[in-house]
């Protein structure tokens, strides 16, 4: 079976550009979790749904056609036959997913899903980022981590990621953060896992550390 390393962490840690790097430095596969996430949210938007609608997010779940492709250019997230790869990336995206998240229904199923790709990978490995990996996902993975940053150096690379114009305030990530705190503890490192400070370190050599727990 391949080898699962499962980072967890808050918004802006830096999760998922640290996690894809990673795993192409292992020639593992690479799951963002919440990808999934985003294009359920994607969804329900289009479908014209009111994600505080509980039962109608869980209507969605049945026909949710959720594809990643390994392209040239990246992974690439298509829901029947939309292209959401930059779609899911919005601010309109990333302001209600914490509606969706915290359905129970939802997460099983996505969990479901999530732990199907793991089995399937004809990989050596996957690095597999989320919020609930370390602990819900696959709490039995080979290696497993708690990514952090303190929020100021959080909230600052965050702002540099996105599109220059693109409102997305503090706040927004504060709140974000600490909704879905509320439904898993992304925060406090479960027993076993290893906290990854990335407050003082640089992209690559969060790379490295977690690399380095890979090969220890
Ligand atoms: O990691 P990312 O910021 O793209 O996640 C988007 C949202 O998806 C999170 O804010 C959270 O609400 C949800 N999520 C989750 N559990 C995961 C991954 C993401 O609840 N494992």
Redesign the pocket.
């Known amino acids: 079976a391949a080898v699962v390393v499962a980072v967890d962490g808050p918004?802006g840690s830096g999760?998922?550009s640290v996690s894809k790097a990673a795993s192409r430095a292992l020639g593992y596969a690479f799951l963002d979790?919440?990808?999934a996430?985003?294009a359920l949210t994607w969804q329900a938007l289009e479908s014209g749904i009111d994600t505080a609608d509980a039962a109608a997010i869980v209507a969605l779940l049945d026909g949710f056609d959720y594809r990643t492709t390994v392209t040239d250019e990246g992974t690439r997230v298509t829901v029947g036959d939309a292209d959401v790869t930059d779609a899911i990336r919005e601010p309109r995206i990333s302001a209600v997913?914490?509606d969706i998240?915290r359905v129970p229904e939802v997460r099983l199923a996505l969990n479901d899903a999530f732990r199907r790709m793991i089995r399937e990978t004809d990989a050596p490995g996957i690095v597999v980022e989320?919020?609930?990996?370390t602990t819900v996902?696959a709490p039995d993975a080979a290696v497993r981590i708690l990514l952090t940053a303190d929020e100021a150096v959080r909230i600052a690379r965050r702002s540099a990621e996105l599109a220059p114009g693109t409102a997305s305030t503090a706040g927004q990530l504060r709140e974000?953060d600490a909704r879905?705190a509320q439904?898993?503890d992304f925060l406090t490192a479960a027993p076993g896992v290893v906290t990854i400070d990335s407050t003082e370190l640089d992209f690559d050599q969060t790379v490295q550390a977690v690399v380095g727990l890979v090969n220890d």
Do not use: F, H, L, N
Not at 130 to 133: E, L
């Open positions: 918004a999760k998922s979790t919440g990808a996430y985003r997913v914490s998240a989320g919020r609930d990996i996902v974000r879905d439904v898993v």
